[in-house]
Structures are given as structure tokens and as C-alpha cells.
């Protein structure tokens, strides 16, 4: 699959590294980095309800309960 992709995966750290300098980023270990580019893997449901701010909807609403 990689070699499939290989000319988006080019474009896309090019651009990566036009913000990120490559030695800036060398300390992290791949898992690291992917933690810091996607956040944490579980999502809190209960948070994200909390936290979530509607218009023009209601939490009760059908289309989102």
C-alpha cells in the first residue's frame, strides 16, 4: 500500500516539514509523534457531550441523541 500512496505521503511530509523542521521532530519516537499530531486514541463520550455547543440543535434533539 505504501508504494501506492507514495507520491501523497512526498506531498504531505514536504508540507509537514515546511512547518515542522525534521531535526525538530527526531526526538520523538513514531508512536510519540503520532500521539502529538492525533491526540489520545479514546474518545470520552461524557466530555465531549459536556463540552459540545449547538446551533440551531439541541442535545435532545432526534438527529443527535
Given amino acids: 500500500m505504501t508504494t501506492a500512496i507514495q507520491s501523497q505521503i ?7 516539514h515546511e512547518l515542522v523542521k ?3 521532530i527526531s526526538i520523538f519516537t513514531a508512536k510519540e509523534l503520532e500521539l502529538l499530531i492525533s491526540g489520545m486514541p479514546d474518545i470520552d463520550i461524557n466530555d465531549l457531550k459536556k463540552n459540545t455547543g449547538y446551533q440551531g440543535w439541541k ?4 438527529e443527535i441523541s
Avoid: H, R, V
Avoid at 10 to 16: D, N, P
Avoid at 59 to 62: L, M, R
Fill in 10 to 16: 512526498k506531498a504531505y511530509l514536504k508540507g509537514f
Fill in 22 to 24: 525534521p531535526d525538530l
Fill in 59 to 62: 442535545a435532545t434533539d432526534k
